[in-house]
Every structure is written in structure tokens, then in C-alpha cells.
């Protein structure tokens, strides 16, 4: 079992930058795929964006834009999504998930096997 924790969450004004943090304390997390997802009340966990175990290969999800970006620092055991321009769309209880196949990136929620608790991020208007 590999503990994925989220940080890095709260209020903030639309408009305004967060950036979130995923830390494990097990090294093999830096040999995973990891990736976001965010939950809004009474709506589908949707997928927005991962990384490869390098960090090499990177995917968002569409509708995105460029306003998320995607990071990570292996010698921290840290990914990191930077949110810009945020919207109060954007709340949500954003989650990390962790997938041992640390080459391939997927969209599928169901292929990642670690996730943590997940992390509130409110943007008012």
C-alpha cells in the first residue's frame, strides 16, 4: 500500500492561483504515474491532467486550456498542480492518484490504484 496525501487546498477569490501538492513517504512513488482528478458536488470525478514517472510525458485534459500545470520533483517524493485564472467552477475536492505503471498515462480513473483523500479548493465569486 502506497499513502498518497493531497495539501494545498482552501478559499479563493476567482481569479486567484493554488497550487496543490502530492507527497507520499513510500520512494517508489517516484517511479509511478501520477495524476489529478477533482470531484465537484453531485458530479462525476473528472480527469485533469498526469505525468510520467520522469516527468517526461505530460496530458491535460481539454477543456482546461492552460490555466493547470502539471509538475513533479522526484528528489521531494512531489507532484504539484499549479492552478491559475481559477473559476468558481473549479470547486471542487481535488484528488492525486498514483499509478505503478509509470511509462503509460490514462484518463480512466480505474487504472490508477492509489489515491488519496482528497483536498477542498473553494474559489468565490
Known amino acids: 500500500q502506497v499513502d498518497v496525501v493531497e495539501s494545498g487546498g482552501g478559499l479563493v477569490q476567482s481569479g486567484g492561483s493554488l497550487r496543490l501538492s502530492c507527497t507520499s513517504s513510500?520512494?517508489?512513488?517516484?517511479?509511478?504515474?501520477v495524476a489529478w482528478f477533482r470531484q465537484a458536488p453531485g458530479k462525476e470525478r473528472e480527469f485533469l491532467a498526469a505525468?510520467?514517472?520522469?516527468?517526461?510525458?505530460?496530458h491535460y485534459a481539454e477543456f482546461l486550456g492552460d490555466r493547470f500545470a502539471i509538475s513533479r520533483n522526484n528528489a521531494n517524493n512531489a507532484v504539484y498542480l499549479q492552478m491559475t485564472t481559477l473559476k468558481p467552477e473549479d470547486t471542487a475536492v481535488y484528488y492525486c492518484a498514483a499509478d505503478p505503471m509509470g511509462w503509460k498515462i490514462h484518463e480512466d480513473l480505474n487504472q490508477y490504484i492509489y489515491w488519496g483523500q482528497g483536498t477542498q479548493v473553494i474559489v468565490s465569486s
Open positions: 505525468l510520467t514517472s520522469n516527468g517526461g510525458m505530460k
Open positions: 513510500e520512494s517508489t512513488f517516484t517511479t509511478y504515474t
